[in-house]
């Protein structure tokens, strides 16, 4: 199957601090690609759906300007958490859809990045 | 958000043990996903379907589209300890965004 990186697999950080993420899908292009928040014993949560060339759709809910998204590229996109607080500690994901004919689009995840805001 | 119905939340079964766990929708989809996620991972895609009514394997594993296309089933034969982990069901319509179940836990006694 297609193959999502992410980068970093953790990060500490202090409160305050910005934090960025990328999310690379490695054999294939991706126009859509999209970010999600896990917390402990519970499901994904769609933060926001990143388009290339254009500017993400955000959840309701989901502060724009403090989870900044860029899709600069085909196969990269990145997530910058800024000003961190601990309360933005969590497991981020990413996925990046294939592109299918017929309605045979599938999203592939990456490995998360796991966030802990001291 | 939406989330599916996924159940069963949690399951404590014996190794070689056949596993049944289901997803239902109040509303259509045209795409069922099924992905497992061990601790501190990515989910991983298991299953995809695309079809009302479409039956699809992978090894050990079979997933259903539910006629209604409302629902999907994703059953585990002769479960084996690498088995464990928590299994999500994923829905969407057209270029939507995925819509996740609650996920169910699958846990191996020894």
């Known amino acids: 199957g297609a193959v999502v990186s992410q980068h970093p697999s953790w990060v500490i950080c202090k409160s305050g601090t910005s934090v960025k993420i990328e999310c690379r899908s490695l054999d294939f292009q991706a126009t859509t690609m999209f970010w999600y928040r896990q917390f402990p014993k519970q499901s994904l949560m769609l933060m926001a759906t990143?388009?290339?060339?254009?500017?993400?759709?955000?959840e309701q809910g989901v502060e724009k300007d403090k989870f900044l998204i860029n899709h600069a590229s085909l196969t990269l996109s990145t997530l910058t958490v800024t000003s961190a607080h601990p309360e933005d500690s969590s497991f981020y994901i990413c996925s990046a859809r294939t592109p299918g004919t017929g309605g045979t689009d599938t999203q592939y995840f990456g490995p998360g990045t796991r966030l802990t805001v001291l | 958000g939406q989330q599916l119905n996924q159940s069963p939340q949690s399951m404590f079964i014996q190794e070689g043990e056949d596993v049944s766990m289901n997803c239902t929708s109040s509303s259509i989809f045209n795409t069922w996903l099924w992905y497992k996620q061990d601790p501190g991972e990515g989910p991983v895609l298991l299953i995809a379907l695309y079809k009302a009514g479409e039956l699809t394997s992978n090894g050990r594993l079979t997933a259903q589209f539910g006629i209604t296309r409302k629902d999907s089933f994703l059953n585990i034969s002769a479960s084996i300890p690498s088995d464990v982990g928590i299994y999500f069901c994923?829905?969407?319509?057209?270029?939507?965004?995925?819509?996740f179940g609650t996920g169910t836990r699958l846990t191996i006694i020894p």
């Open positions: 994923a829905g969407t319509f057209g270029n939507e965004k995925l819509t």
């Open positions: 990143s388009n290339e060339g254009s500017k993400a759709t955000y």
